[in-house]
């Protein structure tokens, strides 16, 4: 069955520093998103994209972050200076359509972690 | 806002016993419905969904869930719990208007299977 697949896993990185999380969204979906959860917290929307646009973006979603979908498979996600909240698990989603009915499939998740 | 609510961060059951996780949500107008699953390492796996029809929606592994309008709730049921149902669940909405694809998600809840 078709997956969303993310890597790393797991990034350590220093405060300030560029970072960038990958995705591979499922293969014929159009619409992919990015939601964070800071530990012990709720999953929280970042921001949806569609032919190379962004669609919605979350009051989270300032200016260190941005995405990009460089080539035909691979979504990403930019955090140019992070800061020590950065800190958290992040999941990457596609869906097929933009129908809110839709259902997102969602990766496992990036683990970052800002010292 | 659409907003969600689930009560009891960490529930916990006996193996063959009921399992009831609880979800409310905030909307004048129903939301599309979502509970997910998250398995150790793993991304959020969609269980069941309510977009309309039938109130009673039936999922994968034994899950079903009940829309109830008047209670602006969506509970998630399992008559027999498993030991393999250890997991985080999740409950979510989207909608209730087109383009409103964003899901909103609640707190989580952990739930263990006791033997």
């Known amino acids: 069955e078709p997956e969303v697949t993310q890597t790393p896993s797991h990034q350590v990185t220093q405060m300030g520093q560029e970072v960038i999380l990958r995705c591979v969204p499922i293969?014929?979906?159009?619409?992919f998103y990015w939601y964070r959860q800071i530990l012990g917290q709720k999953v929280e929307f970042l921001v949806s994209?569609?032919?190379?646009?962004?669609?919605?973006k979350s009051e989270i979603f300032d200016d260190q972050f941005s995405v990009e979908r460089p080539d035909g498979s691979n979504f990403t996600l930019k955090i140019r200076s992070t800061k020590l909240e950065d800190s958290a698990m992040y999941f990457c989603?596609?869906?097929?359509?933009?129908?809110?009915?839709?259902?997102?499939?969602f990766g496992p998740g990036t683990r970052l972690l800002v010292l | 806002a659409q907003s969600v609510t689930q009560l009891g961060s960490h529930v916990s059951v006996s193996e063959g016993a009921l399992v009831l996780l609880r979800c409310n949500y905030s909307?004048?107008?129903?939301?599309?419905l979502f509970w997910y699953v998250q398995y150790p390492n793993q991304g959020l796996q969609l269980l069941l969904k309510?977009?309309?029809?039938?109130?009673l929606v039936k999922g994968i592994n034994g899950f079903e869930a009940e829309f109830k309008k008047s209670e602006t709730s969506f509970h998630l049921t399992k008559p027999s719990a498993h030991m393999s149902d250890a997991a985080e669940y999740f409950c979510?909405?989207?909608?209730?208007?087109?383009?409103?694809?964003?899901?909103?998600f609640g707190q989580g809840t952990r739930l263990t299977i006791n033997p």
């Open positions: 979510a909405v989207s909608g209730p208007y087109q383009g409103a694809q964003k899901l909103v």
């Open positions: 989603a596609s869906s097929l359509t933009r129908l809110a009915q839709e259902t997102q499939y």
């Open positions: 293969s014929n979906h159009l619409y």
């Open positions: 309510y977009t309309t029809g039938a109130t």
């Open positions: 909307s004048s107008v129903p939301p599309y």
């Open positions: 994209f569609y032919n190379n646009e962004i669609s919605e």
